[in-house]
Nanobody, 128 residues
Framework: QLQLVESGGGLVQPGGSLRLSCLAS????????TGWFRQAPGKDREGVAC????????TYADSAEGRFSISRDNAKNTLYLQIDSLEQSDTAIYFC?????????????????????WGKGTPVTVSS
């Protein structure tokens, strides 16, 4: 059974940092295109950071460029998202996903063409 479990979310002050983790089970993470997505209340889901399986090319949403960094630890079968200089607008549920197809940059965000599995998400709240 393919499964993704996110962790690392929480309450953080503006300007702070967080590292989110996404542990995969039932499959090998680096065989798939993977990414981090977020959904704020009343908004559509946004692909903020994605990484290709073949060449580890990374793609970031315009809103994430310069503050977000996606990485993968193949030995731990875990995907990470480092977020620095957090802003209140970063408040959202953050999800990881894995799928197939070459990652695209579309409508200012990254897209995995065929998502096979989603995690249940971890909440991030940025507030003073």
């Amino acid at each position: 059974q393919l499964q993704l479990v996110e962790s690392g979310g929480g309450l953080v002050q503006p300007g702070g940092s967080l590292r989110l983790s996404c542990l995969a089970s039932g499959f090998t993470l680096d065989d798939y295109a993977t990414g981090w997505f977020r959904q704020a209340p009343g908004k559509d889901r946004e692909g903020v950071a994605c990484i290709d399986s073949n060449d580890d090319t990374t793609t970031y949403a315009d809103s994430a460029e310069g503050r977000f960094s996606i990485s993968r630890d193949n030995a731990k079968n875990t995907l990470y998202l480092q977020i620095d200089s957090l802003e209140q607008s970063d408040t959202a549920i953050y999800f990881c996903a894995a799928g197939s197809g070459k990652i695209e940059f579309r409508q200012h965000m990254c897209v995995i063409p065929n998502v096979h599995v989603w995690g249940k998400g971890t909440p991030v709240t940025v507030s003073s």
